[in-house]
């Protein structure tokens, strides 16, 4: 029998999201990009913020210890530099270009203390939900530096992996639970190229320079602080705009499953996060001792 070549389906923009400032920890002003309760159209992703100044009081009151548990945060400077500490004895620094990759699991207490800096502090953190069975893994921590991050170069266009697979390419974030892709792509002034992507994955891109489509009708072009969630597809097809166009990739099959969450701390059911506040309140939250 003769062999069919599937053609790829061009994945079709079904919403833009605006976000809205909201001042978190102990005073940091950021955009938040989605994560206000409905859970369902990023699943398996929870929270994207993205934040941003010129001015260092809007950032160096940072995030004091606080913890976490049920999540994996992912944390992506820009440009800046944040310090960093945490209750398995982490400690140091994530300077421009560099990945803080911390998976919470069953519990892990830190900080986040972004540093004055001359410029535009730039970044963004994303939460990531874990699945029912690796709720309470035990707390990983990583570093993840600029150097060490690969790239995918196409027509036009390049791909900075810092996790997932592309073009035979592979991101430095390896053994995730979920198996998220998180691409930084850049593309020149007026490119047009599509990026082929897993069909089972909800595909967020979120764009912070220059402007562009990311669908092939043109629907609506996307500026910076602005995310567009597609439909189902396999591909996604892209058009920079006169300044070219930057933005993040991010991808993931979603968990389906019901999300308990308060705060920093994500499970599946209210007596799940009523224990986990719990033990936090009792000093009996952490459950990796500290090396």
């Not at 070549?5 to 940091?28: D, H, I, S």
């Not at 004895?89 to 519990?107: D, E, F, Y």
């Not at 939460?127 to 570093?143: E, F, G, H, Q, V």
């Not at 690969?150 to 073009?167: A, F, W």
Request: aromatic letters at 10%; charged letters at 25%; hydrophobic letters at 35%.
């Amino acid at each position: 029998m003769e062999n069919i070549k599937r053609a790829l389906k061009n994945r079709k923009l079904k919403t833009v999201l605006e976000g809205n400032w909201v001042v978190e920890g102990a005073g940091v002003k950021l955009k938040r990009l989605f994560g206000f309760g409905d859970t369902e159209l990023t699943d398996p992703f929870l929270l994207l913020d993205n934040f941003g100044s010129e001015n260092p009081e809007d950032y160096t009151a940072g995030f004091p210890w606080h913890p976490h548990r049920g999540i994996e945060t992912i944390t992506y400077m820009i440009e800046g530099v944040v310090e960093h500490g945490d209750s398995l004895g982490n400690s140091g620094v994530i300077r421009t270009g560099q990945v803080q990759w911390m998976t919470a699991g069953s519990g892990i207490i830190h900080q986040e203390m972004p540093q004055a800096y001359e410029g535009t502090m730039r970044g963004f953190q994303l939460w990531a939900n874990l699945p029912r069975k690796d709720k309470m893994t035990s707390p990983r921590y990583r570093d993840l530096k600029a150097e060490d991050m690969p790239e995918y170069s196409g027509r036009g266009y390049k791909i900075k992996l810092i996790c997932g697979d592309y073009g035979g390419v592979s991101g430095p974030a390896q053994d995730i639970i979920i198996k998220p892709w998180f691409f930084d792509v850049q593309a020149k002034p007026g490119a047009n190229f599509s990026l082929k992507v897993r069909p089972e994955d909800n595909v967020l891109c979120c764009v912070f320079e220059g402007s562009g489509f990311l669908d092939k009708e043109k629907t609506r072009a996307i500026v910076p602080g602005q995310l567009a969630l597609l439909e189902e597809g396999d591909r996604v097809s892209c058009t920079a705009g006169e300044n070219g166009l930057r933005f993040l990739l991010i991808a993931g099959k979603p968990l389906k499953e019901p999300v308990a969450w308060r705060g920093p701390i994500v499970m599946n059911t209210e007596a799940e996060l009523k224990r986990a506040f719990e033990e936090y309140r009792k000093g009996t939250f952490i459950k990796t001792p500290r090396y």
